[in-house]
Each structure stands twice: as structure tokens, then as C-alpha cells.
């Protein structure tokens, strides 16, 4: 049994929803990974001798759940990272928080600047030194219990992006203590989810809509009544 659910898989690429709490790649905790799990199923299930080749395009923060893309072949990393770079690839999440917006819907700008050593990110309302350009696109989808779910779409793909543009909103994501939240998740991971990716793969040349399932419990799947799968006709016309 993998700790990760199959959402799409050819010879060239596995698309997964990865749980909170699961690293994409190993750092130097030298915890077992989404990568490490991801070889192995891919060893047992083809019979592969020897190493396996897989290809990380992008990643998840470790407290974040939601879906990722993976790549069974080099030819298959080379394009798909091509895709994220060149930005033919809509990603969706979404995000609880405590605070509502001031605006139902928006964009965001801001000059995200990391600090390596610290893991931590800030957020600059003008261009700064070293700071890279980040922007996202957000919509309050509706109110449950006292929380708010947001649909985030990023068009810039930023270390900790949404979780601090949402913090420097006044809206920290919950749990999300680093970027402001008032305490932690009982789980010790945070409430953004990778719901969904719109792109045309980048082999096969086919339209994909791919959507991860929320978190198997009952604060998550409470917001499912909030989702009416809006796809606007921009996006229509991106994947058709």
C-alpha cells in the first residue's frame, strides 16, 4: 500500500495526489519521500530491474496535500517542465482560512524574497533586491463554520507563493503558524490543497483535466459542497 493515490498514469507520466505531511523530494531529514514511494511502485508494478527513472517537474511544500506531477522518462521531465515554464499549465488549489478577504475576488502581486537558512519567505509590495515577481489570481468560493475556502489559480510558481501572498492579504492559511496563523493544525500540517491542473500533455498532445480529491476528513470534506467547478471560457479555450 502507497501513501499516495493514482489520479493519471501512461508510459511517460504519473499524475498522484500526494497526502500533507509527505515530502516531494528528500531534504536533509532524510525522511522517505513521495519520490522514494513513487519508484517503488512503479519497480513492483512493471518489474523493473535495476534503478528507476523518475523526474520531479514541481513540488509540493511537505504540509501541503493535493495533486503533482511526476515523470516516468526523461523525455517526459523535459517536456512537462517545459509546460511549467513557459506557463501552459493552469494549477488550482484551494485554501482555508479564518479571515475573509476584503474583496471576493482578486489578484495579487507581490516581490517574494527567501531566506535559505530560515526556510521563510517575504513578501514585498514593490520590486526589491533579489526578490522575484509573484502574482495569483483568487476567488472566495464560500463560508462554512467560520472558515472561508479560497480557489487560488498562481501564474507564477514561487517557493511558499500562495501561503504568504494569502498571509500579506490578512488571510493566513490554517495552520499555517510560519506565515502567521494563530496555531497549528492538530496534524501539524496546514489547510492547502492542489486540487486541480489544466494543461494539454505535452507528448500525446490530448487535453487533461486532472482533480485531487480533498483530505479524508471531515473538516476537509465539509467544503466539498462549496465547489461548483466553474471552468471559464479562457481555460476552454487553453485546453480545446
Known amino acids: 500500500m502507497y501513501p499516495f493515490q493514482i489520479l493519471y498514469e501512461d508510459n511517460h507520466l504519473l499524475i498522484v495526489n500526494k497526502p500533507a505531511g509527505l515530502l516531494t523530494q528528500a531534504d536533509n531529514t532524510r525522511d522517505k519521500c513521495l519520490s522514494d514511494y513513487a519508484k517503488e511502485y512503479i519497480k513492483e508494478k512493471y518489474e523493473k530491474p535495476g534503478d528507476v527513472f523518475l523526474g520531479v517537474p514541481h513540488r509540493l511544500d511537505r504540509p501541503v ?12 521531465l523535459e517536456r512537462m ?19 475573509k478577504p476584503k474583496e471576493e475576488k482578486g489578484k495579487l502581486t507581490h516581490w517574494l524574497l527567501k531566506d535559505e537558512k530560515r526556510n521563510f519567505v517575504t513578501a514585498y509590495d514593490y520590486p526589491y533586491e533579489n526578490a522575484l515577481k509573484a502574482e495569483l489570481n483568487y476567488r472566495v ?32 492559511i490554517r495552520g499555517d503558524v510560519k506565515y502567521g496563523f ?26 487533461m483535466l486532472i482533480k485531487a480529491g ?19 471560457d479562457k481555460m476552454l479555450d487553453f485546453l480545446y
Open 65 to 76: 496535500s493535493g495533486l503533482i506531477i511526476l515523470a516516468r522518462t526523461s523525455k517526459g
Open 81 to 99: 517542465t517545459e509546460v511549467f515554464r513557459e506557463r501552459k499549465i493552469q494549477k488550482t488549489y484551494w485554501a482555508i482560512v479564518k479571515r
Open 141 to 172: 468560493l464560500g463560508e462554512l463554520n467560520d472558515h472561508f475556502l479560497i480557489e487560488v489559480n498562481p501564474i507564477t510558481g514561487r517557493p511558499h507563493q500562495i501561503r504568504v501572498q494569502l498571509a500579506s492579504m490578512g488571510c493566513p
Open 182 to 207: 494563530s496555531k497549528p493544525n492538530f496534524d501539524g500540517n496546514i489547510n492547502l490543497h492542489s486540487r486541480r491542473a489544466y494543461f494539454v500533455h505535452p507528448i500525446k498532445k490530448e487535453p
Open 214 to 232: 480533498v483530505p479524508e476528513n471531515d473538516f476537509w470534506e465539509q467544503f466539498l459542497v462549496l465547489d461548483n467547478e466553474e471552468i471559464d
